[in-house]
Nanobody
Framework: QVQLVESGGGSVQAGGSLRLSCGAS????????MGWFRQAPGKEREGVAV????????YYGDSVKGRFTVSRDNGKKTLYLQMNGLKPEDTAMYYC????????WGIGGRIGDPGSYVYWGQGTQVTVSS
């Protein structure tokens, strides 16, 4: 049974930092593409960051480039998202997700599209105040 459990969310002021974690089990983590997504009230879910199986290749949504860093520890089966320079517009529920297989880079792979991912965690709330 695939399980993804996010943690690390909270409330911070603009300019602050948070580190999200996602513990994984029930699937071959080391061989699976992993991503972070977020959804704000009234908005569609959007891709935040994606990381390849070995961690060498990454994707970031335009709104978080230069501020967020995705990483993974395959030995601990854990995905991370370091968020710096947080802005009020970063307020959302953050989810980790996987498709249980290697990332498909390139236009056809839709690497940042939530529809490309099958398994989802329950989410962790991030609230940034101005």
């Amino acid at each position: 049974q695939v399980q993804l459990v996010e943690s690390g969310g909270g409330s911070v002021q603009a300019g602050g930092s948070l580190r999200l974690s996602c513990g994984a089990s029930g699937f071959p983590f080391s061989f699976s593409c992993m991503g972070w997504f977020r959804q704000a009230p009234g908005k569609e879910r959007e891709g935040v960051a994606v990381i390849s199986t070995g961690g060498k290749n990454t994707y970031y949504g335009d709104s978080v480039k230069g501020r967020f860093t995705v990483s993974r520890d395959n030995g601990k089966k854990t995905l991370y998202l370091q968020m710096n320079g947080l802005k009020p517009e970063d307020t959302a529920m953050y989810y980790c997700a996987t498709n249980g297989r290697a990332c498909q880079w390139g236009i056809g792979g839709r690497i940042g599209d939530p529809g490309s991912y099958v398994y989802w965690g329950q989410g962790t709330q991030v609230t940034v105040s101005s």
